[in-house]
């Protein structure tokens, strides 16, 4: 009778999750703001997404298969949804060179330079959009009006189409000027912005959904929320007049879309929660920051790379218990 003791790395039991699983998990999750911004924006939306999607795909075959020479990966979903992430973060209008741009700095650099999926620090898509907006700001910063180009698309919008585009909620805050949507469009995705941040309620739709299937918890999401309530609640409560209200900030901008569906990125977020407490605390004060004194309107994408980069240290010193670790008793 053969009695060798066999010793194999953990885990030892199979919970039923893939990465192809969960990948496709979010991007099921996705599919509300989609069709959110497919009716607000058209065909604009769509072709930005197409473009992304398929560009992330094509850079990350021909990187694995003609420079890394490794197995190829493009199947598990994780291209398209970085894609799909990327698309999100811009404007609908965007020429669509500059798409491909950013999909190749986002797989490239953000993913690509790293070793792929599981290596990389920061949010690839995160990279990529952050990379055009420093790149190219006057096309980053140039939103279509909801409704209005619905059916058209602009690869270029030339001086004199102020009836086509429209400011940001956030930056009408920070510039103090026009007239802000009121709480009902602000939910429903009636504002200008990135195509895919704009639809508030169809995002929490989309976090419910990744709760239920128990891809994501609800740690980084609501904490997040809770911080930016929290901060610019505060401020609201001292200065009305300069500084918008909590709900604003919530409902506008990338807030909702990064915190359920950027930092909570299993490969640049914390492993125990505890420290996805400390991250997503950090992504609140950073955003709240950034939104309220800094020079963008914005902080949301910031405010994630830079909690990345803090992803390695949290980890170091807060640890989950160890399996089997006994409890002192005082």
């Known amino acids: 009778m053969n009695n060798k003791l066999l010793i194999s790395p953990s885990p030892h039991i199979h919970g039923g999750d893939t990465v192809e699983k969960n990948m496709y998990g979010v991007l099921i999750a ?5 069709l959110v911004s ?3 924006f058209g065909i604009g939306a769509l072709l930005v997404t197409l473009v992304s999607v398929g560009c992330c795909v094509l850079f990350e075959f021909l990187i694995q298969k003609y420079l890394l020479k490794g197995r190829l990966t493009i199947c598990d979903g994780s291209a398209v949804i970085t894609g799909v992430l990327l698309a999100f973060n811009l404007p ?6 500059i798409v491909a741009v950013g999909a190749l700095v986002a797989i490239g650099i953000g993913k690509m330079t790293f070793g792929g999926l599981g290596n990389n620090i920061f949010n690839p898509a995160l990279v990529g959009r952050v990379f055009l907006l420093i790149s190219f700001p006057a096309q980053m910063t140039v939103w279509p009006k909801p409704g209005i ?9 030339p001086a004199g189409t102020d009836g086509l585009t429209g400011a940001t909620p956030l930056s009408m805050i920070k510039n103090h000027f026009g007239q ?33 299937r128990k891809i994501i918890t609800w740690h980084i999401p609501v904490v997040t929320v809770l911080t930016v309530a929290v901060f610019t609640g505060m401020m609201h ?8 209200s909590p709900v604003i900030h919530i409902l506008s901008g990338g807030l909702l879309l990064g915190a359920i569906f950027m930092a909570t990125d299993y490969v640049t977020s914390p492993m125990s929660k505890n420290g996805m407490i400390i991250y997503a605390v950090g992504i609140g ?5 950034i939104r309220l004194f800094g020079s963008y309107p914005e902080g949301v994408s910031f405010a994630i790379l830079i909690m990345n980069a803090f992803t ?9 218990k160890r399996f089997g670790e006994a409890v002192k008793n005082d």
Do not use: C, H
């Not at 390695?312 to 989950?320: A, C, E, F, G, Q």
């Open 180 to 212: 802000i949507p009121d709480y009902l469009d602000l939910l429903l995705g009636n504002m200008g912005g990135s195509f895919g941040e704009v639809g508030a309620l169809a995002l929490i739709l989309g976090f419910i959904y990744l709760l239920w």
């Open 30 to 34: 996705l599919i509300p703001a989609l």
């Open 285 to 289: 004060v950073l955003t709240s920051v």
């Open 312 to 320: 390695p240290l949290i980890n170091t010193y807060v640890k989950p």
């Open 149 to 157: 180009t619905r059916w058209a698309f602009f690869p270029s919008l």
């Open 38 to 40: 497919l009716y607000y």
């Open 237 to 244: 409560y001292v200065n009305p007049q300069e500084y918008a």
């Open 92 to 97: 609908s209008n965007l020429p669509l060179w």
